[in-house]
């Protein structure tokens, strides 16, 4: 009897993890998003001062290179690295950038 309590325990928080995990990364993403580029390319992702990000035809792996990196083609901020910004935090942030509708 303990053992299939145990068990089922076992599987509700893995269940729950395989649920709550990958929407974390997505929720990082969002809030250094909001932090860092909503000013300039709206909260939705439609575009204000810089262009519109929603349904950029841009890779999660482009968008990692760019905040990571920079462009001296492009304006500034995006000369260079964004400030302060890791690449796990860049991760996240293409992973959002990608999921806006």
């Not at 709206?42 to 760019?66: C, R, S």
């Not at 260079?80 to 910004?85: E, F, P, R, S, V």
Request: glycine residues 8%.
């Amino acid at each position: 009897m303990k053992a299939s309590r145990l068990a089922i325990l076992v599987l509700a928080i893995a269940v729950a993890l395989f649920i709550v995990v990958p929407n974390l990364s997505w929720a990082q993403g969002a809030d250094v998003y909001k932090a860092k580029c909503a000013m300039c390319h709206g909260a939705d992702g439609a575009g204000k001062i810089g262009p519109a990000l929603k349904g950029t035809k841009l890779t999660e792996d482009q968008i990692v290179t760019f905040l990571t990196k920079g462009d001296e083609a492009k304006k500034a901020p995006h000369k260079k690295a964004i400030n302060g910004l890791t690449e796990e935090q860049a991760k996240h942030v293409a992973k959002a950038v990608k999921d806006l509708k």
